[in-house]
């Protein structure tokens, strides 16, 4: 069974950038498709961005593109999603999502993931 703990939230103010990251243990993390999904108070889990197994295909959600950054380092077991220009709508809980294989198909849906972390928050302060 794999596990995901996520850490690097905090509280910082707009303009400023955070590093996000996510430790896999427990299965092969270079067969495993991930994503980053976050939730933010009243509303649903929705896709932030994803990456395939290799890192060589990523998505992002319209609303990061061009401030987040997805990667992931498979010799670590580590995921990261670097963010930048952070902005107030951004505040909400950050959950990192694994699922085995590494097909392309639906890797913005979260029915797609099968294991997730417990959640780091992420303040933006205006």
């Known amino acids: 069974q794999v596990q995901l703990v996520e850490s690097g939230g905090g509280l910082v103010q707009a303009g400023g950038s955070l590093r996000l990251s996510c430790a896999a243990s427990?299965?092969?993390?270079?067969?495993?498709?991930m994503g980053w999904f976050r939730q933010a108070p009243g509303k649903e889990r929705e896709f932030v961005a994803a990456?395939?197994?290799?890192?060589?295909?990523?998505y992002y959600v319209d609303s990061v593109k061009g401030r987040f950054t997805i990667s992931r380092d498979n010799a670590k077991n580590t995921l990261y999603l670097q963010m930048n220009s952070l902005k107030p709508e951004d505040t909400a809980v950050y959950y990192c999502?694994?699922?085995?294989?590494?097909?392309?198909?639906?890797?913005?849906?979260?029915?797609?993931?099968?294991?997730w972390g417990q959640g780091t928050q992420v303040t933006v302060s205006s």
């Open positions: 999502a694994a699922d085995r294989g590494c097909s392309s198909w639906r890797m913005q849906s979260k029915s797609r993931y099968d294991t």
């Open positions: 990456i395939s197994c290799s890192g060589d295909v990523t």
């Open positions: 427990g299965r092969t993390f270079s067969t495993d498709t």
